[in-house]
């Protein structure tokens, strides 16, 4: 999920439910990659394919009779319109927040999860799963690495545009790969993968240069915070799949209720001496607790769109789903919310450029894994 970054999925045996998707599952083993910053199923099927799979939403919303073209435009536009609502929200709350938005960052944080718990307890119950299937001292370990992605993302926004924010988010298969490396059991990447990762990094070079040149008091500070919050969500997925998604076929709601509930804790512990202010701060400034309640919804289910995106079409897809929303994403802020400290110059251009060949050579990579199976 957004900032929580939730990487990958697995598919659960046979005859079980995992979350929003439902009990009709072809394969007992499943097979988990790192795609992007959502967890992603790889089944290895066609669109054609797919059909035979129930794509359900909520449980009780079922299109798996719709046409698989429309069903794949229904499931791309809600993925991309709750994206934007997380991102522009999100976005609006923080410049609500002015000067104090280094101050009360970490309301965004706790606030989140509070939101996310909800959601997830929802889906849990319309799902009917009322126990959790991993122990709940694992959550409470990823707990920690999720709310300090979270907490230091949101503190890197009091320094970044959000546009600098989304570029640097989207580096997370750099650490991710590094880890994948070095943490056993290790895994080996293939030349397009790594040409992946360098053209990324170029891209990510070109646009902080961009942002150093051309943004008044440029502030190094944000890209040394959101740097550590990237790294904990790389982190966090190298956890996700080795703990809890393999061992356990734990749901994807399970994890966001789980994890969240118990960064609850940690986010009001990392803020203890000040909790009654922000609490209060919240309490005197509403819009800006409402935009933020409404983009951590539209965080969740965005997450929720894009694992039915890959079930109903394929890995393949949906990374070019992800890669259009977050190109939209970038331009819908320097368009919607143009500020003092957002100036679009050649080298944030050559910057992007280089991001969407990133993301390009990743959907070639994968369309090319997934003929060869």
């Known amino acids: 999920m957004p900032d929580m970054e939730l990487s990958e999925i697995s598919i659960g045996k046979k005859g079980e439910n995992v979350g929003m998707f439902s009990k009709d599952l072809k394969s007992n083993d499943a097979l988990v990659e790192v795609l992007g910053d959502e967890r992603q199923p790889l089944t290895g099927q066609s669109m054609e394919e797919s059909t035979e799979l129930e794509i359900r939403f ?49 309301t965004v944080t706790l606030v989140t999860q509070i939101i996310y718990v909800f959601c997830a307890g929802i889906e849990l119950l319309l799902d009917g799963a009322t126990k959790p299937k991993a122990p709940l001292y694992s959550y409470g370990l990823l707990s920690v ?31 991710t790969m590094g880890v994948e490396v070095i ?8 030349k397009l993968e790594i040409a992946a990762i360098f053209l990324l990094t170029i891209g990510i070079t070109l646009f902080s240069y961009g942002e150093v040149i051309g943004v008044p008091n440029f502030s190094f500070m944000g890209v040394f915070l959101v740097s550590i919050g990237t790294v904990a969500d790389a982190l966090t997925s190298n956890y996700e799949k080795k703990n809890i998604f393999r061992p356990y076929d734990a749901s994807h709601a399970e994890v966001m209720l789980w994890a969240s509930f118990f960064g609850i804790f940690w986010t009001c512990l990392s803020m203890f001496q000040t909790l ?43 990374e070019v789903v992800k890669g259009f929303r977050k190109a939209f994403s970038i331009t ?7 500020t003092p400290d957002k100036h679009f110059g050649y080298f944030h251009l050559a910057g992007v450029s280089f991001f969407l060949l990133s993301i390009a050579n990743t959907v070639w990579a994968k369309s090319r894994k997934k003929g060869k199976k």
């Open 183 to 190: 943490y056993p059991p290790r895994k080996t990447f293939t």
């Open 332 to 338: 819908f802020s320097y368009i919607v919310y143009p």
């Open 276 to 318: 009654p202010e922000n609490i209060s701060y919240l309490y005197n400034n509403s819009e800006v607790f409402m935009w933020i309640c409404f983009s951590a919804v539209g965080g969740y289910f965005s997450v929720s769109f894009v694992l039915l995106l890959i079930k109903s079409s394929g890995p393949t897809y949906a």
């Open 145 to 175: 690495l999720t709310t300090a992605g979270m907490y230091f993302t949101n503190a890197s926004l009091a320094y970044l545009s959000y546009p600098t924010r989304i570029i640097f988010k989207s580096a997370k298969p750099i650490p």
């Open 58 to 106: 909520l449980h009780y919303i079922d299109l798996t009779h719709l046409d698989k073209n429309l069903r794949f435009g229904i499931l791309a536009v809600c993925h991309v319109v709750c994206a934007m609502v997380f991102a522009a929200l999100q976005e609006e709350a923080f410049l609500l927040m002015g000067k104090d938005k280094k101050t009360y960052a970490q």
